[in-house]
T-cell receptor, first 114, second 117 residues
Framework: DQQVKQNSPSLSVQEGRISILNCDYT??????FLWYKKYPAEGPTFLIS?????DKNEDGRFTVFLNKSAKHLSLHIVPSQPGDSAVYFC?????????????FGTGTRLTIIP | GAVVSQHPSRVICKSGTSVKIECRSL??????MFWYRQFPKQSLMLMAT?????????EQGVEKDKFLINHASLTLSTLTVTSAHPEDSSFYIC?????????????FGPGTRLTVL
C-alpha cells in the first residue's frame, strides 16, 4: 500500500520556467512533509519541509504548498535551472519531532531543457 | 553542515559471504540512523531504524538475522548483510538525524551499491 504517491514519473520543463512537482498522500495522520532531491548513485539531499500547521513554506527558489483537505502537496521551483535536473522524492512523517520514520513517494524525474 | 558518509561506495561479493557497510555522521552526532534500500526506478524502502546503544527496529518483512545493524556510537552505524545472495543486490542508503534537533529532517549518505554474484 503506497501511502505517498507521486503520479508523474517524469517531467520536462524549459529552463527559466516554473517546475511544479506533485505529491499525494493517503494517511491523514501525516503532519510533516519533506522534499528531497536525488542524483543517480547518490543519496538524497534535503530541500525543504513543511509542517501541517502551515500551507506554504518558501526557501529561495523552492516553495512547498500543502493542501491538507486534499491530502496534496506540491513543490514549485522557479526559475528552473539545468542543475535542478534530478529525481525528486516527497516524504511524509507522523510527527516533526522524535524519531519518526519517513515514508517516501516513488519519485519524479525532472529534466530541465536548456 | 550535516555530512553523512558511507563505506564502501561499491562492493561485489560472492554468494554466501557477509558484507559490512558503515555509515558515519561526520560533523554532527546522530542518536538515530536509518537504513534504506532502493531497487532500480523504485522508491526508498526503509529497512530499519537504529538507535545508539539499543537494538534496531526492523520494518515488517525485513529479516533481522540477515541484516544485522549495530549503532555503537553517536557517529557510526553498521549494516551487515549476512550470507548474501543475488537477490540482496541493491543500493543501500543510510541516513541520520541530528541529536537534539527539533526537526525531522534526515541527512543521507551517498549510498552503497552491493552486487552479489
Amino acid at each position: 500500500d503506497q501511502q505517498v504517491k507521486q503520479n508523474s514519473p517524469s517531467l520536462s520543463v524549459q529552463e527559466g520556467r516554473i517546475s511544479i512537482l506533485n505529491c499525494d498522500y493517503t494517511n491523514s495522520m501525516f503532519d510533516y512533509f519533506l522534499w528531497y532531491k536525488k542524483y543517480p548513485a547518490e543519496g538524497p539531499t534535503f530541500l525543504i519541509s513543511i509542517s501541517s500547521i502551515k500551507d506554504k513554506n518558501e526557501d529561495g527558489r523552492f516553495t512547498v504548498f500543502l493542501n491538507k483537505s486534499a491530502k496534496h502537496l506540491s513543490l514549485h521551483i522557479v526559475p528552473s535551472q539545468p542543475g535542478d535536473s534530478a529525481v525528486y522524492f516527497c516524504a511524509a512523517s507522523l510527527s516533526s519531532f522524535g524519531n519518526e520514520k519517513l515514508t517516501f513517494g516513488t519519485g519524479t524525474r525532472l529534466t530541465i531543457i536548456p | 553542515g550535516a555530512v553523512v558518509s558511507q563505506h564502501p561506495s561499491r562492493v561485489i561479493c560472492k554468494s554466501g559471504t557477509s558484507v559490512k557497510i558503515e555509515c558515519r555522521s561526520l560533523d554532527f552526532q546522530a542518536t538515530t540512523m536509518f537504513w534504506y534500500r532502493q531497487f532500480p526506478k523504485q522508491s526508498l524502502m526503509l529497512m530499519a531504524t537504529s538507535n545508539e546503544g539499543s537494538k534496531a527496529t526492523y520494518e515488517q518483512g525485513v529479516e533481522k538475522d540477515k541484516f544485522l545493524i549495530n549503532h555503537a556510537s553517536l557517529t557510526l552505524s553498521t549494516l551487515t548483510v549476512t550470507s548474501a545472495h543475488p537477490e540482496d543486490s541493491s543500493f543501500y542508503i543510510c541516513s541520520a538525524r541530528k541529536a537534539w534537533d527539533r526537526g525531522n529532517e534526515q541527512f543521507f549518505g551517498p549510498g552503497t551499491r552491493l552486487t552479489v554474484l
